[in-house]
């Protein structure tokens, strides 16, 4: 809970990674939250008094998980919503304010963006998802110790620059820095 919100207010980017893996933590305890805190986060808190935030914060996740039937595959509504805020952003960059440099990074993370596409089952996305869901992936890779072939790591980082560009637009729009005009 804590963190989430840290990474929310200060690396968007970083957000939705952890969320996604929130989300497939709680997948992988089978939604029960004894197992969640007793074999997962009592493990990573140094002590334990936030346990009882942390259990009200993953039964809340829990609850909407449920109720917004994605109990296999799928992401919260409220991932969704920042999704969607870094679509726009992405592009109003692109399109409106015309950022040279993002324009550029988006160039070139757009082939690798296209390829992962091609060979994953997000052909329906647009490619601010796809963006997210091939880093989640290389974090996956990386939790596993699995070997990076240093082709893909240049398509990864080619990626990751985009997205922390775009989560800096993101911050900076959200604190008013950023302007349109």
């Known amino acids: 809970m804590f963190v989430a919100q840290q990474k929310l207010n200060e690396n968007v980017a970083e957000y939705i990674l952890y969320m996604y893996q929130v989300e497939d933590v709680i997948r992988g305890f089978q939604f029960d939250i004894e197992r ?21 914060w993953y039964e809340d996740l829990i609850r909407k998980m449920r109720s917004q039937r994605i109990e296999q595959s799928g992401h919260l509504f409220l991932i969704q919503e920042v999704l969607i805020e870094l679509s726009y952003l992405h592009n109003t960059l692109l399109n409106m304010t015309n950022d040279v440099r993002y324009k550029e990074l988006y160039e070139a993370a757009m082939p690798h963006i296209e390829a992962f596409k091609d060979k994953s089952n997000l052909k329906d996305k647009n490619h601010i998802e796809i963006l997210f869901h091939a880093l989640y992936m290389k974090l996956l890779l990386r939790l596993q110790k699995k070997e990076i072939s240093s082709e893909t790591e240049e398509s990864f980082d080619s990626m990751r620059i985009m997205a922390a560009y775009l989560s800096r637009a993101y911050h900076q729009m959200k604190s008013g820095e950023l302007t349109f005009n």
């Open 36 to 56: 969640i805190m007793n074999d997962y986060v009592s493990k990573q808190l140094p002590d334990s008094s936030f346990l009882d935030q942390y259990r009200s």
